[in-house]
């Protein structure tokens, strides 16, 4: 629920933090409901995957970092959000990634990530 608002669904900023929580977490049972049946995800390594197959491949692979910070959390438009975070991995490295996150009605439908470099 929005603040401004107890019956509207969730911000889509609040829909991203509740997603990056879940995903360091690795709470399945919290993230799912936040994904649209019709989700699709691309990165450099997947084009438009489904909700089935980032959940397979993508959500578990939280314990490849010992930290990862979002360092910027920006609504552009009323349904997407610009995420950056940085992260350091297992085998030593820190990085930095930026996602283009689209939230409709409080789900996300699409999530882009453009990798960044070593910081």
């Not at 709470?27 to 649209?36: G, S």
């Not at 691309?42 to 490849?64: L, N, V």
């Not at 297992?90 to 699409?110: C, F, H, K, M, Q």
């Amino acid at each position: 629920m929005d603040d401004a608002n107890p019956t509207s669904p969730p911000s889509p900023t609040r829909v991203v933090e509740a997603a990056f929580r879940a995903y360091r977490a690795q709470d399945r049972d919290a993230a799912l409901p936040l994904y649209a049946d019709d989700f699709t995800f691309t990165s450099p390594q997947d084009d438009r995957i489904d909700r089935a197959a980032f959940f397979e491949r993508c959500f578990p692979t939280a314990d490849r970092f010992t930290e990862q910070r979002m360092l910027h959390v920006v609504p552009v438009t009323p349904e997407l959000v610009f995420v950056q975070y940085e992260y350091e991995l297992t085998t030593g490295g820190r990085y930095r990634n930026v996602e283009a996150i689209t939230v409709r009605d409080g789900l996300i439908r699409e999530v882009q990530v453009f990798f960044g470099g070593a910081v």
